[in-house]
């Protein structure tokens, strides 16, 4: 028999943490980002005025699908004067391929479930960071569809990311770009002349919290300089990764690296491995030691350290910015997906996002039009 249940409460959340991971196991989506781990970690410090909405599909008692949601209050400053469902994740805390995550073999029946009980709520659906190609979220839209709601599909990113099956780092390097191997091979040389270099993982606790707040700290003062941080901006987001990093390391998830440079730490990065994907989150390094590209080279030794484990992929994330293209060409597309219910509130949904599209792109044209008469 199948059944459908909402779980609005924390300790529900929290008791599903074991289905949760062998379901996860058990879809196409196995993500970091859909983890039970950092959706209940990203609940209990990054939540703020939302309201749990879990919705659980069994086959009798087998756990076959949850949509990760949560009801998000108006918010002006997004011109949504309305209550929305969205991801459990969202917000500035970068979590990407955010998606519902379903057993194999039940997608049908299971997609239709969720969409009759979202059929119920007539709330409107803001769900982002959807990987562009997710089947899972695509036969959701059908469902939707079927059900008379209307859907939209917006390009918000990239994420650039390596493969790495099959490589050697030596092989992986002549990949690249000639002239940024050269580079690396040069900033490599000089480095070593200068410095006795070591490039390390954490592997104690007290190591990573070391390592986190040195990370934070060099983040922070880089970005100061240059409008701020958005991945750091808050404690609650430093709480967030303290716990985050804590448990990740206690799964055998975290790759938290440290270069070091005659016995100083100089840059740290930020990654974790999950179902033999490495994703880098974030890195920091010494401004004083810019010349010598330790941010770059942080980086190179990163991926180097994936390759030697074994790594099938290793995922530069979101932002579609340019020195990560010096390390790949290949990259996923992500979106937003709004889906709007079929009654009077979901065309005044509608209205309003048309309404914001539209003032988005005239102050777009109007900047343009002031660039062009200077």
Known sequence: MLSTEVISETSGFRNLGPEWSEL?????????????????????????NRTLHIIVVRRDKTLIAIAPLALCPPRLERLMPFQVLEFLGSGSVGS???SFIVRQGHEEEAQQAIAENLDQSNHMLELTRVEQHSLAMQSMTTHMQRLDWRSSRVAITFCPYVRLDGHSWESYLLNL???????LARKLR???KEFSV?????????ERQFAL???????LAYWTERGGSTAFHSEELIDFHRSMSRISMERGWLRLYLLVLDGEPVAATYLFKYNNIFYYYQIGYNTDYARYSVGMITLALAIKSAIAEGASEFDLLHDDVAYKYLWTREKRGLLRLELYPPNALGSLYHSVIQTKAGIKQLLLNMNAYREKAK
């Open 198 to 206: 070591e490039f390390r993982a954490v592997d104690n606790d007290a």
């Open 177 to 183: 770009d000639h002239s940024h191997q050269k580079y």
């Open 190 to 192: 000089k480095l070593h």
């Open 24 to 48: 996860l196991a058990d879809s196409p989506c196995n993500c970091f980002f859909l983890s039970w781990e950092w959706l209940y970690t990203w609940w209990l410090h990054l939540a703020g």
């Open 213 to 219: 707040d040195l990370l934070i700290r060099l983040h």
């Open 96 to 98: 990407d391929y955010l």
